[in-house]
């Protein structure tokens, strides 16, 4: 089992820039693939981003893709989210999430979940 916590969330302007650290504890944090979703108000959660167990493989929503970076520091047991150009449709709850299988885009893969950290983008 492995214990997930964000950190990073703010105000932020249009155009502006975050970076969402989300720090596991437990297990090896290297046996997990992690993703990053978001939820904004009376939404769905989304797929953001993914990287593969060894940070060798990415993958991102075309909503973030050129935008956002995701990166992982298994020394650290730490997985990062870099947001730049940052919209207002950004604003939203952002989850950090971990998997013991390949990368994926649903959240219905992801066992497990970090209590989330508030975006705001304003205009």
């Known amino acids: 089992q492995v214990q997930l916590v964000e950190s990073g969330g703010g105000l932020v302007q249009a155009g502006g820039s975050l970076r969402l650290s989300c720090e596991a504890s437990?297990?090896?944090?290297?046996?997990?693939?992690m993703g990053w979703f978001r939820q904004a108000p009376g939404k769905e959660r989304d797929f953001v981003s993914a990287?593969?167990?060894?940070?060798?493989?990415?993958y991102y929503s075309e909503s973030v893709k050129g935008r956002f970076t995701i990166s992982r520091d298994n020394a650290k047991n730490t997985v990062y989210l870099q947001m730049s150009s940052l919209k207002p449709e950004d604003t939203a709850v952002y989850y950090c999430a971990a998997r013991m299988g390949s990368g994926s885009m649903s959240d219905r893969e992801y066992a497990y979940w970090g209590q989330g950290t508030q975006v705001t983008v304003s205009s």
């Open positions: 990287i593969s167990r060894s940070g060798g493989i990415t």
């Open positions: 437990g297990r090896t944090f290297s046996l997990y693939t």
